[in-house]
């Protein structure tokens, strides 16, 4: 399986009008902002694009993208390691956004919406699981590592590593884009783009993560909040916690899921390291807490 680098430096540099119109629907300025330019690089093969990016970040080389056809040792969540199969998208954007430790999460949640959001309106009806998951009715589609590295009380490097089911095999809880797209009757009825190569899937990747970015920068975490909280699959759905049985009313700022508890009549607030939710495709969760 080859990738034509050319083909996405030509799809990025002819920014599609529904992105556009996105942008202008949330008023945010894509151009003359202080967003890196993309420096791309494709390889065959890699342990994990997340490492090639932190090397060029020592080098300070923001807005390095790394594309890998095949990742021997992919990153997740807690530490988790795994092969990437041929036929998914596996890229990492390099940033330098010096900004409060606080403010983490607003990468994660910026990213998650303005991958989702571009996605849809490709017809694709992706929503996000809490925090960093792309489901399409509650099979996992992709996932979201940010990574950051601290000095003092600021980030003062971040990498964001996106992978996507795009037609390669996948488990059983999960599903690949292609699946998607030649399921999806309706696509075939409406008059809009379609995604048609691992190219053009790349390109609307960094839009988004552009997109997601430039939300949180130009229109702040409320309104990044309020946007994330529209596409997360989980929201208004029960939950038991530690017996105690809640519904799932939004997330944070930090990116913590808040959940309100009924018999207490109060809202916790559950951060990624404490809490993981499930792929059951039923709308009742049960909360797993970490140790």
């Known amino acids: 399986m080859s990738f034509d680098l ?48 932190w090397e060029r970040l020592r080098q300070g080389a923001a807005g390095t993208v790394v594309i890998a056809l095949q990742q021997q040792a992919g990153r997740g969540q807690r530490g988790h390691q795994w092969c990437s199969e041929p036929g998914g998208l596996y890229l990492s954007l390099g940033l330098t956004p010096q900004f409060p430790v606080a403010q983490a999460g607003q990468l994660t949640l910026g990213s998650a919406w303005g991958i989702a959001a571009i996605l849809r309106g490709y017809g694709v009806p992706v929503g996000i699981k809490w925090l960093n998951d792309l489901v399409v009715d509650g099979y996992k589609l992709g996932g979201i590592l940010t990574e950051t590295r601290v000095a003092g009380e600021q980030i003062q490097q971040a990498v964001i590593g996106v992978g996507l089911n795009w037609r390669n095999p996948v488990p059983e809880l999960a599903v690949n884009l292609r699946q998607v797209l030649a399921s999806n009757e309706l696509l075939e009825k409406i008059d809009r783009p379609s995604i048609d190569s691992l190219e053009g899937l790349a390109a609307l990747v960094l839009h988004g993560l552009k997109l997601g970015y430039l939300h949180w920068q130009q229109r702040g975490s409320n309104s990044l909040v309020a946007a994330y909280e529209q596409l997360c699959v989980n929201c208004g759905h029960p939950i038991t916690v530690e017996g105690q049985v809640g519904t799932i009313v939004g997330v ?39 140790p």
């Open 252 to 290: 944070t700022a930090l990116g913590q899921l808040r959940v309100w508890l009924h018999s207490a009549a109060t809202e916790i607030y559950l951060g990624a390291d404490r809490v993981r939710l499930s792929y059951a495709t039923s709308t009742s969760q049960q909360a797993t807490m970490n």
């Open 6 to 53: 050319q083909q996405l430096e030509r799809s990025l540099n002819n920014t599609p009008v529904m992105i556009n119109l996105l942008a202008e629907s949330y008023q945010l300025q894509l151009k003359n902002s202080d967003f890196p330019a993309f420096q791309i690089q494709v390889f065959e093969t890699v342990s994990s694009t997340n490492t090639i990016v």
